[in-house]
Structure formats: C-alpha cells, structure tokens
C-alpha cells in the first residue's frame, strides 16, 4: 500500500463546508487504496486574530505563551477534520505535532525541526485510521509547545513526508499550483508544471508566499518531492523537484516581490578595515535579520554602507546601532522606508546573459527608479519603491515572455 502526505492550507478548511470539502477528498484518496496522513494548518484568519488577542492583552507577550496560543489554531482544526470524516463513516484520528513526533529546538515562534519519530503515527495508519497532524506546531525535548513560523504547516508537511517515506506528498492550496508570479498580483500569470528546488527556494525566500522557504530548504534536504495543488478542484498541480537539463532552456521560471522592505544607510564611515565588521557584528548581535547589502565606492577616506530589512525590524535598529555609528565616526544613520523588492528567478540564468539588462530596462520604461541591485546565481533582485511593486512585477514578466 503506497502512503500519502496531504497539508490543506488555511483557506481549504476555512469553514465548516470546506472542511467536509477536505474529508471527501481525502476519503476518496484512501478509497483508491492508499494509506493517508494529512496535515492542516488554522482555519484561515485565525492565526492573524490569535496574534491580535495576544496584543491586546500584552505589549510584549512572552514568546513561550505565544506559542501555546497560537498552536491553539491547528488543534481545532484537526479535530473537526478528524469528526467531520468520521461523520462520513471512516476512521480518521487526530495528533498533535507533539503526538507526532515532532521534536524541535526551543526558540519559540520559529523553532527549528530537531527530531521527529513517528511511532504513534505508524501504529494508528497500520491500524487504519487517517490521521490528521496539526501543522505549525511541535515541543522542545522539554515538552515546551513551539511553532515553526508563519506559514510552517508546509514544514510540517514536508517533514513528515520524509519521516514515514512517503511516496507522495501534496500540498493542497488556494491556487492551482505555483505561478509565474502571484497570480493577485500578476493576472495574466501562469501555472508552472514543474519548478525546481532551488527555484521554489528562491521565490519562496523572495517573497513567493505560496510555500514556507524553510519547508522548500527541507525539501531538498531530504530530496522530498511534492506538488502543489488547489483543493478546490482536480486539476494537476506544479511538481517541485530536482533540477533536470531542460529547466535551464527557460531564463527566468518567476517573479516575486516582497512588501514592506526598509534601507539603512550609514553615512560617511571611514574607509579602513574592521568598520563593515563592527556594524554588522552589532546588527547581528541584536538578531536583526538582513537582507541586501551594498557598500559605494570610497571618497575622501569614508564611504557609505546600506542594508535592507524587512520594515518589522526597524525599531530594534536605533539601539542596535545608535552607539557604533559615534564609536566609528560615521556621519549618520539614514533610514528610508516605503521601499520593496523585486526578484527575477530562473536556473536559466547561469547560462544566459542579458538578463538583468533585459529587466532593468524594462523598469525603465515604466518610469520605475532602482534603488538597489543584487544578484546571485539564479536570481536578481532590485529594491524600488513600494507603491510601484505591483506595476513592476507585470512589465517584468510581460519582458520575459512569461505572460499567457
Ligand atoms: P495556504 O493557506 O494554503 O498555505 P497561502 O496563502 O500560504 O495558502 O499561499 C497561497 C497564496 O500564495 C495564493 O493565494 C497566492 O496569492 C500566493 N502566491 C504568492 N506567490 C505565488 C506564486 N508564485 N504562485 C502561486 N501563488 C502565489
Ligand atoms: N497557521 C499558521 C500561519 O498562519 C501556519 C500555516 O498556515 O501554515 O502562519
Ligand atoms: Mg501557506
């Protein structure tokens, strides 16, 4: 008997309806004769109001009780899947990340996946029950609750998968698979039969939200291949997987872009060893994380240092560096806000030139104005403002050919 992993997002079980909507589907898989484990995060909306709860009654709430509070969110939905398939007859059970088997680190509301032994899970599929995990959650080895971020049933998912070998693994969505951009974003976007890891990573680390990247990183980790699919419909999703020879004939797979971006400058630093080293030791040193960096060409011994954050971790950066711009003598600290990214992926790219010209010069006929540029392998990104994100994201693509 083949085993399958199903993870229905928040949407696909965000209502009563669509619950029963998720027990047929899943009913109909194990009736074709396969064992079934099936992942589902919160209801939609309610991890977002949980997170509201816990601000009204706390500035500050410890991120121990966060944890506890939100895993709340998956813990009913697995037992109303759990009821409503029983309702229709069949066996189904359902586990907590903890009963199955997940064992993380304990930093709280983004912990990592340290262990996961699956033995209740086994025991109740080799007695025929569909169980039903609640994503996002686990427990440190000290039974503290722990979530795996936003957007970590995917983790849960993919991880399980690999735990119990599964030979398939679906990640049931809103959308038909994963598209050339964001479809709400970009319409005339299109669905993507196949992408691989290292693209999905990409787009996913890129502000693609469609998977978690951490789930994306796991995946190729542990060589899971999974597709991604609507629930609400039948029809073939996007499979992610190894890279093959004939994904690099196509230049750029996708475009993402990410909201909510911010820049600090440094301004003026002398130009000597050490300096790029203390400004980052001390924005590390305040866990602040970051993202592009770009340090100009010197003039009269100084020279300017800027870096992108995402726009959440602005207010930790004054006290983070509020002393070593006076210890080294820099001019100032300049903040510019308002700001987002725009990415272009492919694996095409490592073999292809032209490509960030094609791109910039696309911006620029839409009057759009690049802040910043950084590029990897299979992947350029510019920072521009905000508010032209969306207009930015449809000229590229339409540049690259990628529209339907
Ligand atoms: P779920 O609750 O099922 O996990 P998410 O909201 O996390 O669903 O992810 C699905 C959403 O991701 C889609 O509704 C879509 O708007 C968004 N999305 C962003 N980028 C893409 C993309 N490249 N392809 C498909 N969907 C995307
Ligand atoms: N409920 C969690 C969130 O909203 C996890 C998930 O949906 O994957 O981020
Ligand atoms: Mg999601």
């Not at 109303?80 to 088997?101: D, E, F, H």
């Not at 032994?117 to 109740?124: A, N, V």
């Not at 964001?182 to 680390?205: C, G, Q």
């Not at 725009?342 to 960030?356: D, E, F, P, Q």
């Amino acid at each position: 008997m083949s085993l399958i992993v199903q993870k229905y997002g928040g949407t696909s079980v965000g209502n009563p309806e669509r619950i029963k909507n998720v027990a047929r589907r899943v009913i109909e898989t194990q009736d074709q004769g396969h064992g079934v484990v099936v992942v589902v995060s919160a209801m939609s909306g309610v991890t977002d109001s949980l997170i509201k709860l816990a601000r009204e009654v706390s500035p500050t709430p410890e991120e121990r009780e966060m944890d506890v509070l939100l895993a709340t969110g998956e813990q009913t939905t697995i037992a109303l899947t759990a009821m409503a398939i029983n309702a229709m007859g069949k066996k189904a059970i359902s586990l907590t990340g903890a009963q199955a088997g997940i064992v993380t680190d304990g930093v709280h509301t983004r912990a990592k996946i340290s262990d996961l032994t699956p033995k209740q899970l086994k025991q109740y599929l080799a007695e025929g029950y569909i169980c039903i995990v609640a994503g996002f959650q686990g427990q440190t080895k000290d039974q503290r609750i722990t979530t795996l971020g936003r957007g970590g049933s995917d983790l849960t998912a993919i991880a399980i998968a690999a735990a119990v070998k599964a030979d398939l693994c679906q990640i049931f969505t809103d959308v038909d698979g994963v598209y050339t951009c964001d479809p709400r974003v970009v319409p005339t976007a299109k669905k993507l039969d196949e992408i691989s890891f290292d693209e999905m990573l990409e787009m996913a680390s890129s502000g693609s939200k469609v998977m978690q990247s951490r789930s994306v990183e796991f995946a190729k980790k542990f060589g899971v291949v999974f597709e991604v699919r609507s629930s609400f419909n039948h029809n073939p999703g996007t499979i992610v997987k190894e890279e093959t020879k004939s994904m690099e004939t196509v230049v750029v797979r996708g475009v993402s872009i990410e909201k909510n971006q911010a820049k600090v400058t440094v301004r003026a630093v002398p130009d000597h060893p050490g300096v790029a080293a203390r400004v980052f030791t001390a924005v590390a040193a305040a866990n602040i994380i970051i993202d592009m960096i770009v340090q100009n060409v010197s003039h009269d011994g100084t020279t300017d240092i800027s870096f992108t954050l995402n726009r959440d971790e602005l207010p930790k950066i004054e006290a983070a560096l509020g002393l070593v711009v006076k210890e080294i003598a820099a001019k100032a600290l300049e903040i510019q806000d308002g700001i987002g990214k725009l990415s272009i992926i492919g694996v095409g790219m490592r073999s292809h030139s032209g490509v960030a010209a094609k791109m910039f010069e696309a911006l620029s006929q839409a009057g759009i104005n690049i802040v910043m540029i950084s590029t990897s392998e299979i992947k350029t990104a510019v920072i521009i403002e905000e508010s032209k994100l969306a207009q930015g994201a449809n000229v590229v693509h339409e540049a690259f050919g990628l529209s339907k």
